[in-house]
């Protein structure tokens, strides 16, 4: 049995995806000779409703000064991100008196947008490559894991916060009862905490298992954020459905009594009810959707060698960690990974070690099928890739389930 790192309930794991390395973690020749695993499984609390990984490594092993992911790279994000910033000015009416926080500011792809304005604002990020591209932005940036400790110190030697803001970070961080008291601490009184991440409903209606890797201890719900904020005096107000990363939710927060909880939630935290994800079921089901991509795809592969047809992917993203290693998906099927990203390029991937090479020679390759491993952004990659596709070639994409395009 396990304890829930929420409720400390125990619960078991729904899903067991092996030894598995560090997503983010491309590197040379020399250093896989060390590479670091540890043991993915998945469980879900019957209790408080979270689905939360058994096991994650520290924290230092996956946010660090080589950190491999910069938000910026996507055009897409960087006009989601915009309209992100203008929605919370708006809605707390920011100005140059305010103060907003962000947990999780990578390269300032959303505080930018506060600075334009004139909006005084922070950021914290705990990985110093990505923290240092925000600052030459002109954002000031604590180079720092978010807690309660820090959020005190916060709001001493600045102000009470009229919004804190986190996008993709929430579901990376296990101690997640310290982060609530710390938002509790540095919001004021008609302040609010928004964030949003990849929104478990949408994981299992889609079977978008890529979701779950190290970096992702938890995958939230109405339900789960429901049950954590009324822990700590808090209470879930709204919440926003996102396309991005595949499906997300967008959660905002208040303190308890503060504000109107909006009919979103009552409706969100019914339908979740109805397709089941306050029982163990749903997720049981889950897994075996999984297991049925695992093989389609492993089976087209290696129909695919066997016909002589070349195949490489595109994107070398987190996801495709899990992916890669739980298929077994080896140099053998897929001959390279082509990424825009300069600090995972000429390296290769964790666990699998499939050669990842620059974007720029993507074209230059001549494949057959292409694996889409970047598929949370199909569409925009579809699009800019349609001339080159052509007839002749063929995406392959797995989610919800294994495709020939």
Wanted: aromatic share 12%; glycine share 4%.
């Amino acid at each position: 049995m396990n304890k829930c790192l929420i409720c400390n309930n125990n619960f078991n794991p729904f899903v067991d995806f092996g030894n598995m390395p560090i997503a983010n973690a491309f590197s040379t020749k020399k250093e896989l000779e060390n590479e670091y695993f540890f043991s993915m499984k998945v469980g879900f609390c019957e209790n408080c409703n979270m689905v939360q990984l058994l096991e994650q490594p520290d924290r230092e092993k996956m946010f660090h000064d080589n950190y491999a992911f910069f938000s910026s790279t996507s055009n897409y994000m960087i006009s989601h991100f915009q309209k992100f910033a203008n929605s919370v000015t708006k809605l707390q009416s920011l100005d140059q008196k305010s103060f907003v926080v962000e947990i999780g500011s990578n390269d300032g792809i959303m505080l930018q947008n506060f600075v334009s304005d004139k909006i005084p604002c922070l950021g914290i990020e705990p990985s110093k490559n990505v923290a240092d591209v925000a600052r030459k932005k002109g954002i000031e940036v604590i180079t720092d894991f978010f807690d309660e400790s820090l959020a005190a110190r916060i709001s001493k030697n600045y102000q009470k916060a009229d919004a804190i803001l986190s996008a993709n970070v929430m579901c990376h961080i296990p101690y997640m009862h310290s982060i609530y008291e710390g938002v509790k601490t540095l919001l004021n009184n008609e302040g609010v905490f928004i964030f949003e991440d990849p929104y478990l409903g949408e994981v299992i209606e889609k079977t978008s298992f890529d979701q779950i890797y190290d970096e992702h201890v938890f995958l939230f719900s109405a339900l789960s954020i429901s049950y954590i904020a009324n822990m700590h005096d808090l209470e879930l107000i709204h919440v926003e459905h996102q396309i991005t990363h595949g499906g997300s939710m967008r959660f905002t927060i208040a303190h308890k009594g503060a504000k109107n909880i909006s009919q979103d939630v009552i409706d969100l935290i019914k339908r979740e009810k109805e397709i089941g994800l306050d029982k163990n079921h749903a997720y049981l089901n889950f897994t075996d959707s999984v297991n049925k991509i695992k093989n389609d795809l492993i089976e087209l592969l290696k129909n695919l060698k066997k016909n002589g047809k070349k195949v490489v992917a595109y994107g070398a993203t987190s996801k495709s960690t899990t992916v890669t290693n739980y298929f077994g998906i080896t140099p053998d099927l897929v001959e390279c990974i082509y990424d825009t990203t300069p600090i995972k390029q000429n390296k290769y991937s964790p666990g699998a070690h499939i050669p990842v090479l620059p974007y720029d020679q993507f074209r230059d390759s001549n494949p057959d099928y292409v694996l889409l491993f970047a598929w949370n952004h199909s569409e925009e990659i579809m699009k800019k890739e349609i001339d080159f596709m052509g007839d002749q070639r063929h995406w392959i994409t797995y989610i919800p389930n294994v495709k020939v395009i």
